[in-house]
Every structure is written in C-alpha cells, then in structure tokens.
C-alpha cells in the first residue's frame, strides 16, 4: 500500500502562487510515475502534469503550460507542482497520485494510488 499526502493549497488572488507537494511512503516500487489531477465542482477530474521517475520527461496540459511546472525530489519520495499566474479556472481540489510503471499517461484509471486531495482556491 502507498500512501499519498498532499499539502500546500490554500487561497490566493489571481495572479499569485502556490507550491503543492506531495509525499510518498509505503510500499513504493523502484520506479514510478507520478502525476497531479484536479477536480473543480460539478465537473470530472482532470489530469494537469506528470514525471517520470528520473524526472527527464515531463507532460502537462495546455492550459497550464507556462504557468505550472512538475518536479520530484526522489531522496524525499516528494513531488512538486509550482503554480504561478494563477486563474479563478484553476480552482479545485488537486489530487496526486502514482502510477507503478515508469511512463506517462494522462488516464484517471492508469494511476494506482490517490491521495486525499488539497484545495486551492483561486479568487478574482
């Protein structure tokens, strides 16, 4: 079992940042892939960005690119999601979650495991 606990939503004004992350422990294989989705009321989630584990391949949606960027810290089982210029459509609840094969894909049903999910709240 893996267990995922994210940190770091809260609420900000558009145009400002927050950092996400999210630790890993648990029976975590040697190599994984780790993603983040978000889910706003009303609607499905959605996945936002993924790395590998050596962190040479990164994939993000495009309505994010520029603005948020996935990394990991593999020492620390943490990975990041940097959000910046931040828009009211970017409010959620933003979940991490992990994949146990090295390669990226943006599928909800792909990833193993889920963590609890933290808000972000982005006011105009």
């Known amino acids: 079992q893996v267990q995922l606990v994210e940190s770091g939503g809260g609420l900000v004004q558009a145009g400002g940042s927050l950092r996400l992350s999210c630790v890993a422990s648990?029976?975590?294989?040697?190599?994984?892939?780790m993603g983040w989705f978000r889910q706003a009321p009303g609607k499905e989630r959605e996945f936002v960005a993924a790395?590998?584990?050596?962190?040479?391949?990164?994939y993000s949606i495009d309505s994010v690119k520029g603005r948020f960027t996935i990394s990991r810290d593999n020492a620390k089982n943490t990975v990041y999601l940097q959000m910046n210029s931040l828009k009211p459509e970017d409010t959620a609840v933003y979940y991490c979650?992990?994949?146990?094969?090295?390669?990226?894909?943006?599928?909800?049903?792909?990833?193993?495991?889920w963590g609890q999910g933290t808000q972000v709240t982005v006011s105009s």
């Open positions: 979650a992990i994949r146990n094969i090295p390669t990226i894909t943006k599928n909800v049903a792909d990833f193993d495991s």
């Open positions: 648990g029976s975590i294989f040697s190599a994984y892939t």
């Open positions: 790395i590998t584990w050596t962190g040479t391949y990164t």
